[in-house]
């Protein structure tokens, strides 16, 4: 063990954990390797918003079969079911396709129907379904409603102007002046008015009962609302004045309003406010359908090169939102990342040493597909990079040209660094890569292999949130 190099302990290192993360997937994952009894059903989609092969389908939000096969007829998505044996599917059933978790992975769900109508075999087709929500017909209307709100926003900025402002501030103002002024009578005469209200009430008594004897208590009451009225009249004066100035004040801005004037009166008397606060509420109506279908792809490699007898590592993260535009991230380590040259002089003799630095470098890359070619632009191995692919078997093979490092300050090089690879997908999940490396420098130019693992968005689900466990349908 004392004879084996660095370098051959990390690629063994490497090895063991594709092989124990193959593991793992299998495991918790609980990948379909043997075959699966059932029957099979059959459903279109005009669009299946990301949906693919070995994608759960749910009934009643149990796991009830996976989606055997995807192809597309005539247009459309047609989709084979298999069914687990036990579960019963009606005649007027309807599909409809879902998203769950923060990594958006999408199942189908699977209405039953009515158990009134007659169940389903092997080989029908479900003809009721609901159609998956567009993400870029749901941007569009998402900037539509951002620029109603905007002009909504505007609107009712100019209905306050400061005219309006001011007489909604003088109206609030009286109607305090008032509730005070009221509140002060209330308080201060409370007993002169309760004892008006006792001699009113004996006035009505006196007129039923006592006849004559009324005319008396009526002088009475009267002398003692006089006397009320004459010790507040400056107190009902002021608040009098005050209704007064709150009714002139409410009488001009509803003037204003019914004759067009003023930004809240224009605004009444066409129809922009309306059909602002309309397109609004519609566009966030279509908002709340909103299905995201972001794809997630990680995967990570491990490759030797033959001509610097080097390791070399990759982990890349790609996002793509729509099926011909992706987006890489990433991080390498690169043995020959750069070096660094010192000049030594002794006894007028100077020497060159070259020390090189192994670094650790990034990866940013916006890539656009053209059928079976797609091409890639941005930041490779931290220095600007262009590359191209060109993809075979369904995707699972792909011949790669990448291109970077056009300044020449990797190690040892003279020219841009250029590679031309090819990567094969087998199991879905593992992947070997082989090809040439540094094209145009001779003296670093030599052969790589190597290989490594990618998943998807359901594969990240099992291997960092532990799987979720399948409830048996009874």
């Known amino acids: 063990m004392k004879n084996i190099s660095a370098e051959l302990k990390v690629g063994i290192f490497a090895i063991a954990v594709i092989l124990i993360l193959s593991y793992m997937t299998f495991k918790v994952g609980g990948l379909g390797i043997v075959w699966k009894k059932g029957y099979r059903l059959y459903v279109m989609f005009d669009n299946i918003s990301g949906l693919e092969e070995k994608s759960k389908v749910k009934v009643a939000g149990v796991d009830s079969g996976t989606i055997e096969k995807v192809r597309l007829e005539k247009g459309r998505a047609r989709l084979t079911l298999l069914m687990n044996p036990e579960v019963e599917i009606h005649k007027d059933a309807k599909a409809s396709?879902?998203?769950?978790?923060?990594?958006?992975?999408?199942?189908?769900?699977?209405?039953?129907?009515?158990?009134?109508?007659?169940?389903?075999?092997?080989?029908?087709?479900?003809?009721?379904?609901?159609?998956?929500?567009?993400?870029?017909?749901?941007?569009?209307?998402?900037?539509?409603?951002?620029?109603?709100?905007?002009?909504?926003?505007?609107?009712?900025?100019?209905?306050f102007s400061a005219p309006e402002r001011k007489s909604i501030k003088d109206t609030i103002q009286n109607l305090a002046t008032i509730t005070k002024t009221l509140n002060e009578i209330l308080v201060e005469d409370r007993k002169p008015l309760r004892d008006t209200l006792v001699s009113l009430e004996d006035f009505s008594k006196s007129l039923a009962d006592k006849g004559p004897k009324a005319i008396d208590d009526v002088s009475k009451a009267a002398k003692d609302l006089k006397e009320v009225i004459e010790e507040n009249r400056y107190t009902l004066k002021d608040s009098m004045e005050n209704i007064r100035s709150f009714s002139a004040s409410a009488q001009s801005i509803v003037q204003k309003i019914d004759k067009g004037e003023g930004t809240f009166g224009k605004l009444l008397k066409e129809d922009k406010f309306y059909d602002s606060i309309n397109k609004v509420a519609e566009s966030a109506g279509k908002g709340m359908d909103f299905v995201d279908r972001l794809r997630t792809f990680v995967n990570f490699r491990t490759e030797y090169l033959t001509k610097e007898q080097e390791w070399k590592g990759y982990f890349d993260i790609t996002l793509q939102p729509q099926k011909d535009k992706y987006y890489i991230f990433g991080v390498t380590t690169d043995p020959m990342g750069s070096s660094e040259i010192t000049y030594t002089t002794v006894g007028g003799v100077t020497t060159k040493e070259e020390k090189i630095k192994r670094e650790v470098e990034v990866t940013a890359q916006f890539a656009k597909r053209f059928n079976d070619l797609a091409f890639r632009i941005?930041?490779?191995?931290?220095?600007?990079?262009?590359?191209?692919?060109?993809?075979?078997?369904?995707?699972?093979?792909?011949?790669?040209?990448?291109?970077?490092?056009?300044?020449?300050?990797?190690?040892?090089?003279?020219?841009?660094?250029?590679?031309?690879?090819?990567?094969?997908?087998?199991?879905?999940?593992?992947?070997?890569?082989?090809?040439?490396?540094?094209?145009?420098?001779?003296?670093?130019?030599?052969?790589?292999?190597?290989?490594?693992?990618?998943?998807?968005?359901?594969?990240?689900?099992?291997?960092?949130?532990?799987?979720?466990?399948?409830?048996?349908?009874?």
Do not use: C
């Not at 590679?419 to 593992?430: A, E, I, N, V, W």
């Open 378 to 474: 941005g930041m490779l191995e931290s220095t600007f990079g262009v590359g191209a692919d060109y993809f075979l078997k369904k995707d699972n093979a792909k011949i790669s040209l990448d291109v970077w490092d056009f300044s020449a300050d990797e190690a040892r090089a003279k020219k841009a660094h250029a590679r031309l690879g090819m990567d094969y997908t087998f199991f879905k999940y593992f992947f070997v890569s082989g090809g040439i490396d540094n094209l145009l420098n001779d003296n670093r130019r030599g052969i790589y292999i190597g290989g490594g693992l990618k998943f998807e968005d359901e594969d990240l689900k099992y291997l960092f949130g532990g799987g979720v466990p399948k409830i048996p349908v009874q």
């Open 97 to 159: 396709i879902r998203v769950a978790g923060f990594l958006g992975d999408k199942y189908l769900v699977i209405w039953s129907g009515s158990p009134k109508e007659q169940l389903l075999k092997d080989g029908d087709m479900i003809v009721n379904v609901e159609p998956a929500a567009d993400i870029d017909a749901l941007a569009t209307e998402l900037t539509s409603a951002a620029t109603y709100i905007s002009d909504l926003t505007e609107s009712l900025n100019d209905i």
